[in-house]
């Protein structure tokens, strides 16, 4: 079946603009994480939900960083006015219930490079 | 701070020897140890798991250690294979609310198995 899909794959963008990332859980996926991945470290967890509701968004770093997931579904990160620290790897993943954590499943990421 | 830590960045086996990747954490509230492997350009993909309350764990040629007094996991790879070469991830989950788990990574472990 399909997996966690991530749209762009890439993102060129400069400083100042916004950005929108989207991510396509696994049909059935109550629960949906997106994590970031910068240069040399390992993923770090942004934001959850369960539904619609972001019910953990502790790991969201300023308020130019928002989430939405309105249908409770497709989820979109929005980050505003763009930094060079930005740029990383911003992978989701999804998970059929909020339990067991080996049931989370990673997109590809959206690479974002903030000029 | 670095609640779980990976300190070698890279780590290199022959084919048929074992791989032994290593990972430390800071925080006793953690409840379960998890093993992600990733190749270049897609998402982590869950290996494996293993309960606080357990010491041991091991599926096929995977089996991971916990010292909880050590606070100190480790990944056995028996015997490995040049497609075992990937980046390496020890997780770490803390329980929010009962609910599901948000995972705190590590830095990674680059894999390289000779052939």
């Known amino acids: 079946g399909a997996g966690v899909s991530q749209t762009p794959s890439n993102k060129v963008t400069e400083k100042g603009k916004y950005v929108e990332l989207r991510c396509d859980p696994i049909s059935g996926h109550t629960a949906l994480y997106w994590y970031r991945q910068s240069l040399g470290q390992g993923p770090e967890f942004l934001i959850y939900f369960q539904g619609t509701g972001a019910a953990d968004d502790s790991g969201l770093p300023n308020d130019r960083f928002f989430a939405v997931r309105p249908e409770g579904s497709v989820s979109t990160l929005k980050i505003q006015r763009t930094e060079r620290g930005d740029s990383a790897v911003y992978l989701c993943?999804?998970?059929?219930?909020?339990?067991?954590?080996?049931?989370?499943?990673f997109g590809p990421g959206t690479r974002l490079l903030v000029l | 701070d670095q609640q779980v830590k990976q300190n070698s960045p890279s780590l290199s086996v022959q084919e048929g020897r074992i791989s032994i990747l290593n990972c430390d954490y800071t925080?006793?509230?953690?409840?379960?140890f998890l093993w992600y492997k990733k190749y270049p350009a897609e998402g982590p993909t869950f290996l494996i798991s293993?309960?606080?309350?357990?010491d041991k764990n091991e599926d096929g040629r995977f089996t991971v250690f916990l010292n909880k007094s050590a606070k100190h996991l480790s990944l056995h790879i028996v015997p490995s294979q040049p497609g075992d070469s990937a980046v390496y991830f020890c997780?770490?989950?803390?329980?929010?609310?009962?609910?599901?788990?948000?995972?705190?990574f590590g830095t990674g472990t680059l894999l390289a198995v000779q052939p």
């Open positions: 997780a770490a989950s803390v329980p929010y609310g009962g609910a599901t788990n948000k995972l705190i």
């Open positions: 925080n006793s509230m953690f409840d379960y």
């Open positions: 993943a999804s998970s059929a219930i909020a339990g067991p954590v080996e049931t989370q499943y």
């Open positions: 293993i309960s606080s309350i357990k």
